[in-house]
T-cell receptor
Framework: TAGITQAPTSQILAAGRSMTLRCTQD?????MYWYRQDLGLGLRLIHY???????GKGEVPDGYSVSRANTDDFPLTLASAVPSQTSVYFC???????????FGPGTRLTVL | AQSVTQLDSQVPVFEEAPVELRCNYS??????LFWYVQYPNQGLQLLLK??????LVESINGFEAEFNKSQTSFHLRKPSVHISDTAEYFC???????????????FGQGTILTVHP
């Protein structure tokens, strides 16, 4: 079982360009999440989805958008990247509620 | 809103020594608490969790944490650490049943545990 896959593994992006980070899970979990990890700040929730067809804003949603067309996929889009979006991005999934979240390997994004 | 504070950003210890990683939370409602571990260049993995019942919870690799409601703490301990325990550890909280925050985790800043030989 693959669990959660993320692509790309890393990316260097010019400021102002757009990019979509991909996330796919094969555990049929209802809930999915996007976090960014920055040194000294831990992980901060960007957007989440409790079930296919619904999304919600997390702690730091500005500059990011998500969609949840089906159970397995939860892409994160940066419409116009800025240097402050340089970070490591993690996708996670879980059964709905206070259950264990399973994390992907992360995408390291550098915006220049 | 809930928040989590990990009191130590880095904890260096020698192999076979005991260790405690401190975590305090704030919330006006009941909470569920988690410890996750992140090994270098990997995603996070669940180490242990407190949902209800016994306030002392254990992991399969010798870590334990105790939920202390009066002190709003969930400190992580291990009586004897190994080199392989070197990693970053994150405490996280989510509110109890109900509300828009149900299931969403709030993470602490992380504690880097380095075990020296």
């Amino acid at each position: 079982t693959a669990g959660i896959t993320q692509a790309p593994t890393s990316q260097i992006l010019a400021a102002g360009r757009s990019m979509t980070l991909r996330c796919t899970q094969d555990m049929r979990h209802n809930a999915m999440y996007w976090y960014r990890q920055d040194l000294g700040l831990g992980l901060r929730l960007i957007h989440y989805s409790n079930t296919a067809g619904t999304t919600g804003k997390g702690e730091v949603p500005d500059g990011y958008s998500v969609s949840r067309a089906n159970t397995d996929d939860f892409p994160l889009t940066l419409a116009s990247a800025v240097p402050s979006q340089t970070s490591v991005y993690f996708c996670a999934s879980s059964e709905q509620g206070p259950n264990e979240q399973f994390f992907g390997p992360g995408t390291r994004l550098t915006v220049l | 809103a809930q928040s989590v504070t990990q009191l130590d950003s880095q904890v260096p210890v020698f192999e076979e020594a005991p260790v405690e990683l401190r975590c305090n939370y704030s919330s006006s409602v009941s909470v569920y608490l988690f410890w996750y571990v992140q090994y270098p260049n990997q995603g996070l993995q669940l180490l242990l969790k407190y949902l209800s019942g016994s306030t002392l919870v254990e992991s399969i690799n010798g870590f334990e944490a105790e939920f202390n409601k009066s002190q709003t703490s969930f400190h992580l301990r291990k009586p004897s650490v190994h080199i392989s325990d070197t990693a970053e550890y994150f405490c996280a909280v989510t509110r109890g049943v109900g509300g828009t925050s149900y299931g969403k985790l709030t993470f602490g800043q992380g504690t880097i545990l380095t075990v020296h030989p």
